[in-house]
């Protein structure tokens, strides 16, 4: 224990910049001194001897260089507890500081717990209310402080936040050390019993462990929600919204369950039989779920009129190619179908279609069979929107979260504000740049940021040879320079021939050029391109990806004359 403890103490004056070559020597050589004590205890009665027994616990008896032992054990705890304290004053900032003030505080929990005082005072084992007294209060003092020290720890080198070690930290305490020592407590107070439950022994004890497992369990999973928001100690509804994230998200094969039970539902309330769900994507309807014989499947999904059939409802411009359907009161007939639209809660745009099997030539709902219809349109239509906008999250989500890089860079954060002459003032070169993983992600931050902001005017990319070959004809301005490119990129995504909003061949580039050049915002796009606007979020990633490879094969282009040129020749 106390060459652990200096080592700790060596480790976090490194982290400070403190590097000792002779103290890194002695924090190593003490492990040695400790496995030399720990055998003389084992095998010889130098440091301790034998057993003395007492009314409350038994506990060894001094050696001969058990004093000697001791005088090493708080020495080196001494020296450890200074570095730390030495640490501390190196700390730059007030959370550094304040963070190594609980560590040092926290760290005499070893002391406390670790150290065989019984052997020194051992008549105090004698005195049973006085011995369990200390015993249960240092073990309570040393567990929360233990707890401290490791939160605190922790915390070094990590790439998520204070919160989220919390949370972690303690749901594994929750469920590992309190849990056991639960356990172990029901153990000693059921054997200490006698006839507990007029059960045996055995099976009284089986059955007190098993109930007590299944109880603090159960308390873990019913508290842990509010357990999760004090110790973040944020009880926004943000968070709780976050939090209940994984319990709301609905997977395709749920939704489809959900869909197919409100189906079922259907045909049975009115008495037909068949009903589907297909959803109106940018390439028309796509059929999500049936019940019933479905012959049509593939009609449906290839008919140009049901895929027009948001622009006919809208009443657009090409309306006049839908008039092959029909309306009667709020239904659209569809050969042998009754269609009813499906719109979101704001109802800015058509989510799919809901169809039944026609029982006549016009629809004879009675009031009753409408009022059961429009609860079954209303619930599959708030799936379908469900679906979407977690579509949605996930796609700003993977944008979001930091990548590889990123989180290398927090690890290494203190190690550059420790050891600035680790830190290379040169920029990477082109090569380092296009061949870097994240070299997609610096070109859609870019495009985040293409009519101005730190994105584009900081970004890696002002490196490239490419935009350095652009700065003569962009007025030696490097922003600009990076924008030409960009703009060159996304140009060389057009198809040939005349622009089309609804051509597929077009998506990518008309994303591109609406989203980056123009500024519009997602849900003006994705209603102009007329695609829900998950499907805007995975064509927009595509497009992205597309003009990364546009700029990787641009800066390979600038950069083979460069490579290739023949060396001259010094007289």
Request: glycine share 6%; proline share 5%; charged share 20%.
């Amino acid at each position: 224990v106390p060459a652990a403890q200096y080592h700790l103490a060596d480790a976090l004056l490194a982290s400070t910049g403190d590097l000792s070559h002779r103290r890194r020597m002695f924090a190593r050589s003490n492990y040695l001194v400790s496995a030399i004590v720990l055998i003389a205890v084992l095998r010889t009665e130098h440091v301790v001897t034998s057993v003395r027994f007492s009314e409350s616990i038994p506990h060894l008896r001094p050696g001969l260089l058990f004093w000697v032992f001791s005088v090493y054990y708080f020495v080196l705890t001494a020296l450890s507890l200074r570095g730390i304290l030495v640490a501390r004053e190196r700390s730059q900032t007030t959370p550094s500081r304040q963070r190594m003030t609980t560590i040092a505080i926290v760290f005499l929990a070893a002391p406390i717990s670790v150290f065989p005082y019984l052997i020194v005072a051992g008549p105090i084992a004698n005195v049973p209310i006085l011995f369990w007294t200390a015993s249960i209060a240092a073990n309570l003092v040393s567990g929360i402080m233990f707890s401290l020290l490791t939160l605190r720890l922790a915390q070094f080198g990590t790439t998520n936040s204070d919160s989220v070690v919390r949370v972690r930290l303690y749901k594994y305490l929750a469920r590992a050390p309190l849990a056991a020592t639960i356990v172990l407590l029901v153990i000693v107070l059921v054997g200490r019993t006698n006839n507990f439950l007029n059960l045996p022994e055995e099976t009284s004890l089986a059955v007190a462990v098993v109930a007590t497992i299944i109880f603090v369990e159960g308390a873990i999973h019913v508290y842990k929600r509010p357990l999760e928001r004090f110790f973040q100690l944020d009880d926004d509804p943000d968070v709780r919204r976050v939090q209940e994230l994984s319990e709301r998200v609905l997977t395709t094969r749920e939704m489809h369950e959900f869909l197919e039970s409100l189906l079922v539902g259907t045909v049975n309330a009115l008495q037909t039989p068949t009903a589907f769900i297909a959803a109106i994507g940018p390439d028309g309807p796509k059929l999500e779920v049936s019940v019933g014989p479905l012959a049509e499947s593939e009609a449906l999904e290839k008919d140009t009129d049901l895929a027009l059939l948001e622009q006919n409802m809208a009443g657009s411009e090409t309306s006049e190619r839908s008039s092959k359907l029909t309306t009667s009161g709020s239904f659209i007939i569809w050969r042998d179908y009754w269609i009813q639209p499906l719109y979101g809660r704001r109802r800015e745009g058509m989510l799919g279609i809901l169809g039944i099997r026609a029982r006549g030539e016009k629809p004879d709902l009675t009031p009753a069979e409408m009022e059961r219809f429009s609860l079954l349109q209303q619930q599959a239509a708030s799936a379908l929107e469900d679906r979407i906008l977690q579509q949605e999250v996930f796609a700003l989500l993977e944008g979001a979260l930091p990548s590889q890089a990123v989180q290398a860079q927090r690890r290494f954060t203190t190690s550059q504000a420790s050891y600035p002459e680790l830190v290379s003032g040169e920029e990477a070169d082109s090569e380092a740049i296009i061949e870097d993983p994240d070299f997609t992600t610096m070109v859609r931050d870019a495009l985040s940021h293409y009519w101005g902001g730190p994105k584009l005017s900081e970004s890696p990319l002002l490196s490239l040879r490419v935009v350095q070959d652009a700065l003569q004809e962009n007025g030696g301005n490097p922003t600009k320079a990076l924008r030409a490119i960009l703009t060159e990129a996304i140009e060389m995504q057009k198809p040939e021939g005349e622009r089309s909003l609804t051509t597929a061949k077009w998506i990518l580039y008309n994303i591109l050029e609406m989203k980056v050049v123009q500024g519009k915002r997602v849900r003006e796009v994705a209603r102009r391109l007329a695609m829900s606007e998950s499907d805007l979020y995975r064509k927009q990633r595509v497009a992205i990806e597309n003009v990364a490879r546009t700029i990787y094969g641009l800066e390979r282009a600038a950069s083979e004359p460069a490579n290739g040129a023949a060396p001259t020749e010094t007289p």
